[in-house]
């Protein structure tokens, strides 16, 4: 009993933080409540998010957003043609009056890195972050520095489509936990947002509402969220699904499956729940798995998308049900 006591406390305060951040996040993005909860949930999951539009659509105001309702150290890099690795991940230069050679950190050492425009920035350069992301840690000149806790990397990048653009290479697309997508807003939002912004900049009065500490207390009650060994053989199912569909190419590696997980621990902690539902895992598959995927020649000529393939796997596995698919 007391045991239930303590984790409902938990959630509670889980719930309350969760909600101020999605409430402060909405004073400056209209009309995306589904984004702003993705991202946030991709925030206490530990992973990285990647937000691809159009220009002009929010994707660095709600980067901003995110960044100025916690209560955490958060640097932004430009990424351009000409940015270097060094720029990135810091660089050791000599002090003559010391007589030693120091380090400079570079714009990764934050507990919220906002790279705008990844994807216009050289490979090179792109792949500064992949030890950062992965391994939260920075090797330079043969020394590793840490990185600080609670660590997140959120990317913006245009359409691949688009002049000027360096495509993120799987490897580097596989680092990141979700990719979503804006899009336009509503009718009634886009009022609200020419209203909001048409004096002023939200962003001005942005005030945190949560601290370093009270995100890693929300990622730790993410961690303990239980997922029944019916809902683990779901995630592999599908996984396995994925490797076997004709129209991709490359389906779901472990690592998906477990950042599938993760993702799915963190619905399910949003929704006040100790346990993942197979709902969970569904509602979180497209923006964990699409960019993870890749489609056939063939059927990219024919017009499908990788998400398309993903509608014909969850539509195929079967879903557990049943006291097997709850708490244990």
Not at 18 to 35: H, L, W
Not at 91 to 102: I, L, M, P, S, W
Not at 150 to 159: D, E
């Amino acid at each position: 009993m007391a045991r239930q006591r303590t984790a409902a406390r938990k959630q509670h305060t889980f719930a309350d933080t969760f909600e101020a951040i999605v409430e402060n996040c909405e004073r400056v993005i209209q009309g995306k409540e589904e984004s702003v909860r993705l991202a946030l949930m991709c925030l206490i999951a530990e992973g990285h998010l990647l937000i691809e539009d159009v220009p002009g659509v929010g994707k660095t105001s709600l980067a901003k957003a995110i960044a100025g309702s916690l209560g955490c150290d958060w640097q932004r890099i430009q990424f351009t043609p000409d940015l270097l690795p060094s720029d990135v991940t810091g660089v050791t230069v000599y002090n003559r009056a010391k007589g030693t050679f120091d380090f400079r950190p570079g714009g990764v050492f934050a507990n919220v890195v906002l790279g705008d425009e990844i994807n216009r920035a050289s490979p090179k350069t792109q792949s500064a972050l992949l030890e950062a992301m992965e391994e939260r840690q920075v090797t330079v000149d043969s020394v590793t520095y840490a990185l600080p806790a609670p660590f997140m990397v959120i990317a913006t990048q245009n359409p691949t489509e688009h002049e000027g653009t360096y495509p993120l290479p799987e490897s580097q697309l596989d680092r990141f936990l979700m990719r979503i997508r804006m899009g336009y807003p509503a009718r009634a939002a886009e009022i609200e947002m020419l209203d909001a912004h048409g004096s002023a900049d939200p962003m001005d009065d942005l005030e945190p509402v949560a601290s370093a500490e009270e995100v890693q207390a929300m990622t730790a009650v993410v961690v303990d969220i239980h997922v029944a060994p019916s809902v683990k053989g779901y995630i592999v199912d599908v996984a396995a699904a994925t490797r076997d569909h004709p129209s991709l190419s490359l389906g779901m590696s472990p690592r998906a499956a477990l950042a599938l997980q993760r993702a799915s621990r963190a619905r399910a902690a949003t929704e006040g729940r100790e346990f993942v539902l197979p709902d969970d895992v569904k509602e979180v598959a497209k923006p964990v798995l699409e960019h993870r995927m890749a489609l056939t020649p063939e059927a990219a000529l024919g017009g499908m998308l990788a998400g398309d393939a993903l509608d014909d796997v969850l539509a195929a596995v079967p879903v557990p049900t049943g006291r097997s698919a709850g708490p244990a």
